[in-house]
């Protein structure tokens, strides 16, 4: 099973990571191509304990690698992590565009089931609007799932390791070990 982590960030880069680290083989994708390649170079642009050798290690493994190229990540994979940012709305209010913009990426391209797992710190209801958003413009099968944050600065990359078992999802039946 191939997984895909939209955005390069702090939570995405440290999803990734822990991903991989479970044993599944992961793209980190990014639009910021200077990342990537920075990435891609074995730099890691954010301090967390622990994070620079967990990305080394399973980049060396092959079980992580780095993409600008959303499109072919998107194909690639059966579920797709949206871990963009949602900082600096109106009023403390979240600011959507970003994962707007990886929805319609994904329905651009999307040509068979996927599963998308919203990382990114939303309102309730996103989710469902982010399902809505990708169906409206395909035929394809998807199921959404979201997941509580639960970051802990100098502890995030320990955190993840145990996050598999704290998925929702809207709807069922799952994709293969995603079920339950
Ligand atoms: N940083 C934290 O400590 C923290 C803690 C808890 C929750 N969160 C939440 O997690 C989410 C991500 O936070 P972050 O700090 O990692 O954000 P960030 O801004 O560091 O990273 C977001 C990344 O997404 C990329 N991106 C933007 N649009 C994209 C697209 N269409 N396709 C692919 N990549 C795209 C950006 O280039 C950027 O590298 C936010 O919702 C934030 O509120 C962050």
């Not at 600008?68 to 579920?79: C, E, G, H, M, P």
Request: charged share 20%.
């Amino acid at each position: 099973m191939h997984v895909a982590v939209m955005g390069a960030g702090y939570v995405g880069l440290v999803t990734a990571g822990g991903l991989a680290d479970l044993g599944l083989m992961v793209t980190s994708a990014d639009i910021n191509q200077e990342r990537i390649q920075r990435l891609g170079e074995g730099k890691v642009p954010i301090f967390e304990p622990g994070l620079e050798e967990l990305v080394r290690r399973n980049t060396q493994a092959g079980r992580l690698s780095f993409s600008a190229d959303i499109q072919t990540t998107v194909r690639n994979s059966l579920v797709i992590f949206v871990a963009v940012g949602t900082n600096g709305g109106q009023n403390g209010e979240a600011d959507l565009s970003q994962v707007w913009s990886v929805a319609d990426s994904i329905a651009d391209c999307m040509e068979d089931y996927k599963v998308i797992v919203t990382k990114s710190t939303v309102p309730v209801g996103t989710a469902a609007q982010l399902r809505e958003r990708i169906t409206s413009r395909l035929n394809g099968l998807l199921n959404s799932m979201w997941f509580p944050i639960r970051n802990f600065l100098g502890k995030a990359r320990r955190s993840k390791i145990s996050f598999t078992l704290t998925a929702s999802s809207l709807e069922a039946p799952l994709a293969g070990p995603w079920g339950s």
